[in-house]
């Protein structure tokens, strides 16, 4: 049983979580910073957490077969590493295996979490909710949606399963997801619109103008909420 203990991994953890939801990753040229951790891995090339760092922006960049290698080389250096197999199941998802992904995934999530790796157990459940949802498992989908979000209340995973709940027409869960959400990011104007959108859906006018005017108010120039609203 692999336990998720070490300082060191998760301050990784938070490296790969900030690189990918943030939008300041866009400005970096990703070319580059492989091409720096090529030339550190000339020196240390048994480095585990610098091949990790490389093996996320090849996957971010597509290059998914050079990801995996690094992967593998993670897998012969330190099997037991703590994100090895959400990280394998991340880069598979990508390549549209869900089968692999799946396994992958499994496997990290039957591990025992501490508290610095919840967050990374978030991701893995969410990651294979997604391949549920691909793979039309809806029931299982929703489950994982579901113990991600009990763990990060994190904004694309609510967009991801609201929008699976309306796609099912479970509009008033939907509409549950999405005020929850608020409650706790009031300033997000997107998770109003897709409230709003639920509202309408069900035929609610006049709670889904309730939600609309706050952006109305707060809008320098509002004429786009209300023509929304």
Request: glycine share 2%; proline share 3%; net charge positive.
């Amino acid at each position: 049983m692999v336990f998720f203990g070490s300082i060191q991994h998760f301050v990784v953890l938070m490296a790969l979580v900030v690189s990918t939801y943030s939008n300041a990753h866009a400005h970096i040229d990703t070319n580059e910073s492989i091409d720096a951790y090529s030339k550190l891995l000339l020196v240390q090339p048994q480095d585990t957490e610098i091949l990790l760092k490389r093996q996320f922006l090849l996957r971010d960049a597509g290059r998914f077969q050079a990801a995996l290698l690094d992967l593998g080389h993670i897998q012969k250096v330190e099997p037991r590493h703590p994100l090895l197999y959400l990280e394998l199941g991340l880069t598979y998802f990508k390549m549209n295996n869900c089968d692999r992904a799946i396994t992958h995934l499994n496997t990290y999530l039957s591990q025992t979490p501490t508290e610095s790796s919840k967050q990374a157990q978030a991701l893995g459940y969410r990651a294979r909710a997604q391949c549920r949802q691909l793979k039309k498992d809806h029931s299982k989908a929703l489950e994982d949606y579901d113990a991600s979000l009990t763990i990060w209340m994190l904004q694309d995973t609510v967009f991801s399963y609201g929008r699976l709940l309306e796609k099912l027409r479970q509009y008033e869960k939907a509409e549950l997801l999405y005020k929850k959400a608020l409650e706790q990011k009031q300033d997000s104007a997107a998770m109003r619109i897709s409230l709003v959108r639920t509202l309408r859906t069900q035929e609610k006018f006049l709670d889904a103008i309730d939600v609309l005017n706050p952006l109305i108010k707060q809008a320098r120039m509002p004429a786009q909420w209300l023509l929304l609203r």
